[in-house]
DNA sequence: ACTTGTTCTCGTCATAATGACGATAACCAG
DNA sequence: CTGGTTATCGTCATTATGACGAGAACAAGT
């Protein structure tokens, strides 16, 4: 691999916006910074991409190496590129952000790298003052998964493998912050196409009558969408 | 500005999909790229980001070098991150790719560094094998264009400040490649608040009976969206 | 002046999707 | 067996959509 001269060298990072819903609450994986700049302030997860590395693959990485969540489960994609000169004092970094949404996993065992992530519920997120650009990333992180649950499927991301109805109607109820009608939400999950799939067994966890168990479906959009009310 | 040895460089360029509708299709902008690699081969306009340069700058510039268009009619967003290593064979390069939607200008004064920018219809650009992984960059960048114009104003982008709803019309006809009913989009695009604002004028030049003209609205968003069929 | 061709714009009707909400089913705890 | 809880189905009014009829308002030609 050859660095020419003629173009200026960039340092490039894969960072994360990683949420669940835990406890009743939309949280985002953060990490305590051990070092300046930004010293004992939260960040999110990342780090530099290594020199024959895909995105996607450092993505990956940096999530296992960082908050010790196993890739397989959660939901990944790339949400944005930020790059303005001076977010970090060091020197110029280009950050490719992914969003990633996960079901709700057990704190990653305090060992490896991993060793001061935490979920944070997002509204104490968007109201601290995170490293660098990060508040920012995680902002527009929420509002992709919020505009996502609306025309695809990804609502499941946050459930487990098999999941009720109830279950899924409580992901949507937190991300957006804003109740839903328990029967009309019933009607529209189960009557679109491709987006649950009943499996057959029943479960009464949630307490009450039992209820069908479901996972997701094949399609990757929704026709029509589950759309916000018309402030959104 | 430190360049510590510690994080690998790479190269950061700015590359732009540039659409626009003309004579009845839609076309992007493609240079023919004069040195190797790809010599000869059609690529998107574009180049590298300088040290302190913001991203957006570095889009906005390229665009103009490129393509002698100017930025201020246009629409730009991110559009996704390109970081394969070897898709670049000089070196490691992470491209930000930048989308834009303008409406249809004359082609660029061969002046400056624009000598060889060209107008293609995309159609015949998806065909071809253009230089590193553009194909795939427009290819995305096409599919961003076709969904935003359900769920946003942006067709508007693609017409000049005042136009009728027959001309925005013919703009969803030819960005989704699929007729649509001209009393039900015109119906669609009047009634949807904040979608066009009348000016009160009128014009004759689409034929027949004088035509209201119209400017874009303000909102942001299209309540509800603008559907293309179940096939998504 | 009148006809013809064109496009714009409004209206009608059936169907589909949505929001609000009643009612019953099926479990658990006491 | 009674009351509490949740799941699920159904009803009804409202709204959005797709298909299409019909008149309005121009230009061009006769």
Same mark, same amino acid.
């Given at each position: ?77 790339? #949400? ?22 996960? $079901? ?32 920012? @990333? #995680? ?13 695809? $499927? ?19 109820? @937190? ?58």
């Amino acid at each position: 691999m050859v660095y020419a001269s003629e173009f200026p060298p960039f340092g490039v990072t894969a960072d994360l916006v990683v949420l669940t819903v835990r406890d009743e609450a939309l949280c985002g994986v953060v990490i305590r910074r051990g070092h300046a700049p930004y010293k004992g302030r939260w960040a999110l997860p990342g780090g530099f991409v290594e020199p024959d590395e895909d995105l996607p693959a450092a993505a990956v990485r940096e999530l296992r190496e960082e908050t010790g969540l196993r890739p397989g489960a959660a939901h990944i994609e790339q #949400l944005a590129t930020y790059g303005r000169p001076g977010r970090d004092p060091r020197m110029r970094v280009v950050t490719v952000a992914y969003l990633a949404l996960a $079901p709700d996993l057990p704190t990653p065992s305090a060992g490896s790298d991993a060793a001061d992530a935490r979920w944070v519920p997002v509204a104490e997120l968007t109201a601290a003052r995170l490293a660098f650009d990060h508040t920012t @990333i #995680l902002r527009d992180g929420l509002e992709r998964a919020r505009a996502k649950l609306e025309y695809t $499927p990804l609502g499941t991301a946050f459930c487990p493998a098999e999941f009720t109805v109830a279950e899924l109607r409580r992901v949507y109820e @937190i991300v957006w912050d804003a109740p839903l009608d328990a029967r009309n939400f019933h009607r529209k999950v189960t009557k679109t196409d491709g987006f649950l799939e009943p499996t057959g067994r029943t479960t009464t966890r949630d307490g009450g009558r039992p209820a069908q168990l479901y996972r997701r479906g094949t399609s990757e959009q929704l026709h029509p969408p589950l759309l916000r009310g018309p402030a959104g």
